[in-house]
């Protein structure tokens, strides 16, 4: 028998759809492979109220697909759904970029060029984990420093979902070491003030990230 997990009861159901997430994230529950509400309703100690509260929120984002007369499966992205959120992802991050070049303080610029040549060393020792967060930070501050309101909520909704999809380009070594050398040359054209320069490197980095996601799941 599993180890119970012991949860927090105050905030359960953000609880639960937190350790859910991160287990989809973190591909312990893999695509396509099916959830089981008993399983997890013995492992967490929970009833059934906050689970399915957690699944429905899941199934919203994307993650989960819920069957009927069959189950609950974590999602297999289809090709198309890669294609649209990235390329959705690009035109918002282009203007992104625009509008925060004449805001973001050179201090905050120098700071995430030391966190890419710090995850670029961990990648060469076989650590991707920060990338991930280096990654995840370079395009939040980028986004935040927009200061459009409408630009930084439509990016949180996709958020879930690109982090996922992010998980895949480290299947292969090299992904996450191009991926990092394009961070360094965003924010080298940010740090020039180059407008042009640097939308067109972000263009370049989401759509060679798009096919990458697309060839390891066509």
């Known amino acids: 028998m599993e180890k119970q997990i012991e949860f927090d009861n105050s905030n359960l159901h953000e609880r639960v759809y937190l350790y859910l997430r991160d287990k989809i994230m973190q591909n312990q529950l893999t695509p396509g492979s099916r959830i089981s509400y008993e399983r997890l309703q013995e492992e967490l100690g ?36 890669i294609i649209e959120i990235y390329d959705v992802r690009k035109s918002l991050e282009r ?17 995430l ?7 670029e060393a961990e990648i060469k020792m076989g650590n991707r984990d920060r990338f991930f967060i280096a990654d995840r930070n370079l395009h939040q501050t980028i986004i935040q420093y927009s200061g459009n309101k409408r630009l930084i909520t439509f990016m949180e909704t996709l958020e879930v979902q690109i982090r996922w999809f992010g998980i895949i380009i480290a299947k292969n070594f090299d992904r996450p070491l191009q991926a990092n050398d394009m961070h360094k040359k965003i924010l080298n054209a940010i ?10 490197l972000m263009e370049d980095h989401i759509e060679e990230i798009k096919l990458y996601t697309v060839a390891d799941y066509s």
């Open 191 to 200: 740090y020039k003030s180059d407008i042009q320069g640097a939308q067109q």
């Open 113 to 119: 060029l030391n966190e890419a040549e710090e995850a």
């Open 46 to 81: 929970v009833s059934k109220t906050p689970l399915r509260d957690a699944i429905n929120r899941l199934q919203q984002e994307g993650l989960v697909e819920v069957k009927p007369r069959s189950g609950t499966y974590v999602t297999i992205p289809k090709v198309q759904d």
């Open 95 to 111: 203007t992104a970029v625009q509008l925060a070049i004449p805001k973001i303080p050179r201090e905050v610029l120098q700071s």
